[in-house]
């Protein structure tokens, strides 16, 4: 196969990598973190105040735009970048993950996922196929294969049937996959938490050759320590020349401890989510901004940082927005809360660089958790 | 008096007046649109971004403000103007208006207006003497006097007896004032749609010399024929040279019909709520971008605009913003509505100045009423 995403390692610290993932939409600085713009939007933010942040690239998702507005409406506009007006590179999941989550009712079969909209009910079909042409027409920089994410708990048995129809679809979307310079299909190793599986589900994908391997069905409840426990033995399955994609994750802290571990990809709701819930993240770990404490404290979120949300707004002004339900609130809660997590994964690739992340690490972990 | 707050007039062009306001907080160029901060923050739209539409001048809500944070709380830290991060002018109602149309029990007496909070239910009272302390714990540069907005429609009984109420809280208000240079106070015209009662409010309030002069208990109701019959008997008994200010109008047509007869100064919440609504204004008037038909539309809602939100977004994507309840639909309507009704304002000073205001507001009426 080759290369048309190239992935160049820059140094490397104990078993985290520095590096740069090559995309047709510009390079994308790893380990990196991709806010969600779910709906072709990372909420609350205008994109040129996501690329202020320092972000390279987001993610897209692929449910919710087939249902609304389309991917054949994108497509006829000129693509996702250019509808949501985003230059840098985009991500699409597969929609495998959310149609189980989201959709009113869906039937899986070896075919794919027959399921009702959860907007109006409509009825819908998304296969490896059928995911692999949404994502082509909203023009993804990275396309992920269309898998089933599987539940948590999940027995030995279960677990391991989830995985090997997540291997006939990845066989399937490489198939329906249509390469192009700069654009790129990654793998998802599926397992839950058996170490025979998740061997058995990389084994299989590394044959199948992608641009990049992604580690899917973690996140899912399992609890931090558990989801360390399997990407200790998952990780070195991985290739060591590819882009590694921890799904779904996470917590500053679950970065951190994923970034030691040798994962160069991220995705999450969280600092989106929580900023629009008033949950702010801080070096001292996370804060409530409707907390009365912080209703007369005239400091910012983070002097120290060069985001203006951070900096220039004090926390009594956003404790007012944030308890008034004003979405200027939301706006700079989320603003604030992306630029921490992009000054966190800028940190952490400067001190890979310098070879100082397990110190870095320490660090912001005593401090974070307050351990 | 001494004035304390300067108004330079530069043209004027048939009754139509273009000046400069001299504020402590910088000039406001006239005839003015204010977008409505009420609870200290233009709703949806960073204060930078309020003013890089063009905007010299806010106004912020006692009502709101008294309420939360509160007065003493916004003073403690700083004043409104730093507290919101806007270092332009800011404009304070009186709260004499929201506390008939917002609060949940109050009761009206020559003292002034004792109610319940809609927040909380906790009890407060709003007179001519607290109204002037809280404007200037906020630190207004343009406070308004306390008054009653006499209700529409209002038999002449009813409305001679609230003018007349209103002209002695405007006694009080002017005794409670704390002057400061670059800081003014206004007096408001009652005497809902009566030429006699405007003239008696008129000629008392001229003889108590404030820095400007409102009307107020307009755009409550009685239509658009009704509030320019009443401007025009009204605004001639005002001073020419002093800044005339015409409360809570209005549409776009209502601010032309207005500025020809002699208005420099308005606030209206429309551009920010219609704007958090799915309504946009153009130059060929209001569109509902929830409407299936720009669904497809690749065009921006006004290609000539310097507004990025007006002139770099498709109608396409605001639609499908709008439609999927996304803030950032909420942030770039509300965004394009008050920077047209900037550009409006501009038009009309550019016109005054040339003398062609006649001129632009046929032109501009028959285009946006659809004549």
Known sequence: MTNRLPFTLHATDGNARRGTLHTAHGPVETPVFMPVGTAATVKAMLPET???????????????????PTAERIAKLGGLHHFMRWDKAILT?????????LAKIREISEEGVRFQSHLDGSSHMLSPERSMEIQHLLGSDITMIFDEC?????????????????????????QAYQPREGYGLFGIVQGSVYEDLRTASATALNQMEFDGMAIGGLAVGEGQAEMLRVLDFTVPQLPDDKPRYLMGVGKPDDLVEAVLRGVDMFDCVLPTRSGRNGQAFTWQGTINIRNARYADDPTPLDAGSTCPASRD???AYLHHLVKSNEILGAM??????????????????????????QEFAENFLRRYTKQ
């Open 50 to 68: 996501v690329a202020q942040t320092g972000a390279d690239i987001v993610l897209g998702n692929t449910y919710h735009l087939m249902l609304r």
């Open 93 to 101: 999941d597969s929609g495998g993950f959310q149609v189980m989550s």
């Open 150 to 174: 599987t539940p948590f708990p999940a027995s030995h048995q279960t677990a391991r049937e989830s995985m090997e129809l997540s291997l006939r679809w990845a066989e399937r979307s490489k």
């Open 313 to 315: 707004y004090s926390k």
């Open 332 to 357: 700079l809660m989320t603003w604030h809360n992306v630029a921490f997590y992009q000054r966190l994964m800028q940190h952490m690739r400067d001190a890979i660089s310098a070879g100082t992340l």
